[in-house]
């Protein structure tokens, strides 16, 4: 890929710092459904991340592993088994499809080039919980995906630190 001036040149994701980050963000996202319940307003830290690293790792987070978390999701939440499972398959999906473009921008323009991804993520998500008998949540689920857009520049800041430090500090190295 042609990068552009003034980007910095990263280092490979680790293997290890992906899954651990999808792992923690899921036991994140369990303890915040266990002490919070099911709060309408609250955005989906680990969509975020899966979109996060299907962007930028679309050849290890894709599709599959984005249906894998979304069934350990449903089975702790004790939602209808497929639901987030659903909803996370088409989110990075949508985010593979988007993924070289989107890279382009600078990050304000990312978060707004992904919050349709978040609202569909989570229209679809409703529209399942809906044709499944469920009640409507109210206005307050337009809250989250503009909430997930919003940590799009803070996710991206965190998890590309690891990958921007170099191998050996030399100050005589130009990279």
């Keep these: 890929m042609i990068m552009r001036p ?8 680790s293997g290890l710092f992906i899954w651990s980050t999808l792992v923690l963000t899921l036991l994140l996202e369990m303890l915040l459904h266990i002490g919070l319940g099911r709060s309408v307003w609250l955005p ?5 991340v899966l979109v996060f690293w299907t962007v930028h790792q679309p050849q290890r987070v894709g599709v599959g592993i984005a249906f894998f978390f979304g069934l350990l999701l449903d089975v702790h939440q004790g939602a ?9 398959a088409v989110l990075s999906f949508l985010a593979t499809l988007i993924h070289r473009r989107v890279l382009w921008f600078n990050l304000r323009s990312q978060a707004l080039h992904l919050l349709p991804i ?25 809250l989250p995906p503009a909430l997930e ?21 030399d100050e005589t190295r130009p990279i």
């Design 6 to 13: 003034g980007q910095p040149l990263l280092l490979p994701a």
């Design 118 to 142: 978040f609202v569909a993520s989570h229209a679809l998500q409703l529209l399942v919980a809906m044709l499944a008998g469920g009640n409507w949540p109210g206005w307050g689920l337009l």
């Design 149 to 169: 857009a919003l940590l799009w520049p803070l996710a991206t800041a965190v998890l590309l630190a690891p990958q921007r430090r170099a191998h050996d500090h």
């Design 44 to 48: 989906d830290l680990l969509a975020l």
């Design 80 to 88: 209808l088994l497929g639901q987030h499972a659903l909803a996370y």
